[in-house]
Structures are given as structure tokens and as C-alpha cells.
């Protein structure tokens, strides 16, 4: 009797065991099929994220290449270290395209100075000697009392300024007034305008300048700086003035690429490339303030960038948000229904610093919720079609171009079957 107690006794644990056996494989193949889903949704909605792996890769190896240039300048002295780093780095040539990455002079991360400064201050920091600052001073005076209305009258700034002598040579770049820059050193990929809407923000200005121009340089773009400053009391309208923008600043240049820069976010990395691409790019990863992490993968706000063809081809932004939030919402809802998807920096590349706000903020948008439903419905009745605004001013300062425009708001209930399209874009701009 006990031999078969026994017996039964070991059956029934083997049922137990084997009942146990399944509910493991079960969970495991749930959990195993919950995270292959939820890792396929979390590429698909960011495809940058595919390459974190190869990232971390590449960042290794740059700490690796860092210890070992240091190891090699202490004991072997500097010209070992330089020879090794130039075996990493690209070598540039005036015929060719200036290439995205592997640039002289790019380091990751930059060594960020986020005490306050006057403008003053960041010109000496990019001008660095006396006499480069004196003779811009001279070019950026002439060019303001007497020849602005003429050299963009025709829109055709930048050949102007250079038949007349408005330039000056400064670290492998040519300067024209009102901060504008083209590297000699190779063909620029890229002719970026940089728009920066702004208003009342007169501490994080210089600040961005003296730390934004230098990284610009050293990626070897074509760039300009366009601040466009609400001259009216309304409330803020940050995408009215990314239309001013983009409007305006093609009476300057032919840009074709265009980033829109909020004043209060300094890049921490040089490695995130202020270039444009076939899709729309968000170069924020994450900021500071926020431990470095986005709300949702749909944010477009802060730093993102569009090439001309696709700002034109959704219309612009729109006019209709008056105070903070949702305007970078509605910008990413007109690119998405224009069947773009979106790009970002992997990693720390994309990491920003906010600088601190000593002033209330923008009062908030209580309509974005209501306006922000109604995007598809809206694309194309507001935007650049239907843009009012005037200019009240252009002012070339030594680092930036200042545009002050007086923005309108617009009633949609208007008939908008004409374009008004061509009434504020010159012909000759695209």
C-alpha cells in the first residue's frame, strides 16, 4: 500500500510540475510577444532608433580614439596625436560637396557656457580680434544706412553685397552683413536659414549666437540668421513668424534648407548636422529641463527643419495660434498629411539645454485643442496663401539679420479663392 501511496503521490507532483512547465512557456511566449510588438511600434514611429545599437558602437569607439590620442600626446607629443586624428577626419577639397560628418574640428560634445552674456560679448567671442571686429563694423554700417534697400530691392542680396564689397574673409568663411556665411574650404551641401521668432528674449539671444555660429562653421554649411521679431503687443504668434521667416529670408538668398530655431535651446553636440533631407527632421532628442525625454513621438517643436519644397508644399504654417502650444502640433499635422514621416539624432546628439526664462511666458493658446482638430480642414485656407503682415524694418546687425514685422490676424471666413501667395514671395525666389 505504501509503494503505490507513493506512487500516486509522485504522479500527482508530475502533473503539478508538468501544469507549471506550460503556464511558464505560456508567459514567456506573451512576454516575448508583447515586447516584439512594442519594439516593432517603437521603431516604426521613430526608424532612427534601429541604429541606437550602431551608435553606441560608434561612441565607444570615439572614447577609445579620445584615451588613445591622449595616451599618445603625453608620451609621443602632439604631432602623433594630430596624425591620428587626421586619419578619422575627412579631407576637404573646394570642388567637392562638404561632406555631413567626419569634419575637422567636430568634437561631440561642446563645452557650454550658460551664463548670461551681452551681444557685445558674443561678437568678440566669433570675431575674436579687434581689427576683424572693426572692419565689420565698418561693412555692416555701410550697408545699413546706405545700400540695404538697394541690395535686396531686386532680391538678389548676396551677389550685391559682393560686387560692392560688403564681405569679409574670416576663418576659411566669407561674411556678409547681417550674419551671413559661406565656407571656402568646400561646396557647401547645404544653404540653411536659420529662423529664430522672437520677442522680449533679449538674454537668450546672444547666448545662442556664440554658441550656435561656431558649430555652424565647423559643419561647413551655408547659413544665415534671420530673427523675426513680433513688433505688435498681441499675443505671441511663433508660426505666423516662421511664414514671415521663410518669406522674407528668400530676399536674401536662395535658401533651400530651413530650420526654425527657438531662441531658448542651445544644441549640446556638433555632431547633430544643421542639414536638411528627404524627410522633415526634428534635431531634438530631449532637453535638459525635461531629462531629456519628448512627450510622444509626434513632438516637432523646440529645433526641426524642412527643405523649401516641403514648407511650400503644405502651405506654410499656420497663422491662426495666438499664445503658447500647439503650433508645432499643427506644423507636424500638415507634414504628416503630406505623407512625411519624420527623423531625429540618435542619442545624446540631439540633447539641448534650455536656458532659464526671467520673464513671465507666452500666455497659453486655451483654442490649440479645438484649432488642432480642425488642421486637415485648415491646410490649405491658412498658411502662406493667406499670410498679412507688414515690415516695419530690416536691420543687419554683426551676427543676425533683424526682420520686425507687424503680424495680422486673419479671419477665415473670408473668401480666400485667390492666392495672395505671389503678392509676398518674389518670383525669383524658387
Request: charged share 20%.
Amino acid at each position: 500500500m505504501s509503494v503505490n501511496r507513493s506512487t500516486r503521490i509522485s504522479q500527482k507532483d508530475r502533473v503539478v510540475a508538468m501544469k507549471n512547465i506550460y503556464l511558464a512557456h505560456f508567459l514567456f511566449l506573451t512576454c516575448f510577444g508583447f515586447l516584439t510588438t512594442w519594439s516593432f511600434y517603437w521603431i516604426i514611429n521613430d526608424p532612427s532608433r534601429a541604429y541606437g545599437v550602431l551608435y553606441r558602437g560608434f561612441s565607444m569607439g570615439k572614447q577609445i580614439r579620445s584615451s588613445f590620442t591622449q595616451l599618445v600626446s603625453t608620451s609621443s607629443g602632439s604631432s602623433n596625436a594630430n596624425k591620428f586624428l587626421t586619419s578619422y577626419q575627412v579631407h576637404l577639397n573646394k570642388s567637392l560637396l562638404c561632406p555631413e560628418e567626419w569634419l575637422p574640428g567636430l568634437q561631440g560634445l561642446m563645452n557650454l557656457n550658460m551664463t548670461a552674456c551681452t551681444m557685445q560679448e558674443a561678437e568678440s567671442s566669433i570675431f575674436k580680434y579687434h581689427t576683424a571686429t572693426h572692419d565689420i563694423t565698418q561693412i555692416v554700417s555701410r550697408a545699413n544706412h546706405k545700400l540695404l534697400n538697394d541690395l535686396i530691392k531686386n532680391n538678389n542680396y548676396y551677389e550685391a553685397s559682393m560686387k560692392v564689397g560688403l564681405n569679409y574673409t574670416l576663418a576659411n568663411y566669407t561674411y556678409l552683413p547681417g550674419g551671413i556665411w559661406i565656407p571656402h574650404e568646400c561646396k557647401p551641401k547645404w544653404k540653411v536659414a536659420i529662423i529664430i521668432p522672437f520677442r522680449d528674449r533679449h538674454a537668450h539671444l546672444p547666448n545662442l549666437l556664440r554658441h550656435l555660429i561656431p558649430m555652424l562653421m565647423k559643419q561647413r554649411l551655408e547659413f544665415g540668421l534671420f530673427v523675426v521679431e513680433q513688433a505688435n503687443k498681441d499675443s505671441f504668434n511663433r508660426a505666423m513668424l516662421l511664414n514671415v521667416g521663410f518669406i522674407e529670408s528668400l530676399k536674401f538668398n536662395k535658401w533651400d534648407c530651413f530650420i526654425f530655431h527657438d531662441v531658448d535651446h542651445i544644441p549640446e553636440n556638433d555632431y547633430n548636422y544643421y542639414g536638411c533631407g528627404l524627410l522633415p527632421r526634428h534635431f531634438v532628442r530631449g532637453v535638459d529641463k525635461y531629462g531629456y525625454w519628448l512627450p510622444t513621438n509626434r513632438t516637432f517643436g523646440g529645433v526641426s527643419g524642412v527643405t523649401r519644397e516641403q514648407f511650400l508644399k503644405i502651405n506654410g504654417a499656420t497663422n491662426i495660434f495666438w499664445g503658447w502650444g500647439g503650433e508645432d502640433d499643427d506644423l507636424w499635422n500638415r507634414l504628416s498629411y503630406a505623407g512625411y514621416t519624420m527623423t531625429r539624432p540618435v542619442g545624446n546628439v540631439g540633447h539641448y539645454k534650455s536656458m532659464q526664462h526671467y520673464k513671465q511666458g507666452t500666455p497659453l493658446n486655451t483654442k490649440r485643442f479645438g484649432l488642432l482638430r480642425k488642421s486637415k480642414e485648415r491646410n490649405f485656407l491658412d498658411g502662406l496663401n493667406n499670410i498679412d503682415y507688414n515690415v516695419s524694418g530690416w536691420t543687419l546687425e554683426k551676427l543676425y539679420l533683424n526682420i520686425s514685422a507687424d503680424i495680422h490676424r486673419i479671419d477665415l471666413n473670408i473668401s480666400l479663392e485667390s492666392s495672395l501667395l505671389d503678392k509676398y514671395i518674389c518670383n525669383n525666389c524658387f
